[in-house]
């Protein structure tokens, strides 16, 4: 991601709203949400503690962007989740993984 786009910034914004860009997440944390009911919905519901967006109803092979919450809705990190279907893919911020992995496994998620 450069930090200056050769036809500068707004260009680059409206280029994205009118056709599409892309984002290359590679490089960030990756983990998968599965649960040991093996119901996608038990691990979304869990989810849904953490995080600032339905989680549930979020369709198979789509995704959504989100933020994690504190328990007061102060905002820890931002991430996207995906519904594979069987299981949740997370996407979160390179810089703070191992932090999110932590937040993951509060006791307001439990173990999933």
Known sequence: MPVQYAAGVLKEHQHTRSAAGLFDVSHMGQTMLRPRSERVEDAAQALE???????????????????????????????????????????????????????????AVGRL
């Open 49 to 107: 503690r953490l995080v600032a967006a339905d989680i549930v109803a979020l369709s198979p092979g789509r995704q959504r962007y989100t933020v994690f919450t504190t328990e007061t809705g102060g905002i820890i990190d931002d991430l996207m989740v995906a519904n594979f279907g069987d299981h949740l893919f997370l996407i979160v911020n390179a810089a703070c993984k191992a932090g999110d992995i932590v937040h993951l496994r509060t006791p």
